[in-house]
Nanobody, 114 residues
Framework: QVQLVESGGGLVQPGGSLRLSCAAS????????MSWYRQAPGKERELVAT????????IYADSVKGRFTISRDNDENTVYLQMNSLEPEDTGLYYC???????WGRGTQVTVSS
C-alpha cells in the first residue's frame, strides 16, 4: 500500500525542539523529492521544506530558515523534519507530502505553548 505516516508531533514549550518523522511505504522512496507542509487553524496549508530525491538540495520557507532542517534516510524510507527554537506561530498540523502524484500523509499535530 502506498502511504506516508507521520509521527513525532506533540506539545512543546516555546524555544523547544521536536523531530518529526515520515515513514514511506509502497513505492521506491529514493526516487522522489519529499516535502513537509503545515496548516495552522484557520489558515491555508503552507510549504515548510522540500528535499530532493538524493538529499543534495533543500528548500525552506522563510519563516523556518535557520530553525528547521529537513533530511532523509533512503535506506530507511524516511524523511525527517528537525524543528528547533519553536515558536507559537509554528503550531499546526504537519503533513508529509510526495509531490509526484500528490501523495499526502494524515499529519501529526505540533503545538507550541507555555
Amino acid at each position: 500500500q502506498v502511504q506516508l505516516v507521520e509521527s513525532g508531533g506533540g506539545l512543546v514549550q516555546p524555544g523547544g525542539s521536536l523531530r518529526l518523522s515520515c515513514a514511506a511505504s509502497g513505492f521506491t522512496f529514493r526516487n522522489y523529492a519529499m516535502s513537509w507542509y503545515r496548516q495552522a487553524p484557520g489558515k491555508e496549508r503552507e510549504l515548510v521544506a522540500t528535499i530532493t530525491y538524493s538529499g543534495s538540495t533543500t528548500i525552506y520557507a522563510d519563516s523556518v530558515k535557520g530553525r528547521f532542517t529537513i533530511s532523509r534516510d533512503n535506506d530507511e524510507n524516511t524523511v525527517y523534519l528537525q524543528m528547533n527554537s519553536l515558536e507559537p506561530e509554528d503550531t499546526g498540523l504537519y503533513y508529509c507530502y510526495r509531490p509526484y502524484r500528490m501523495l499526502w500523509g494524515r499529519g501529526t499535530q505540533v503545538t507550541v505553548s507555555s
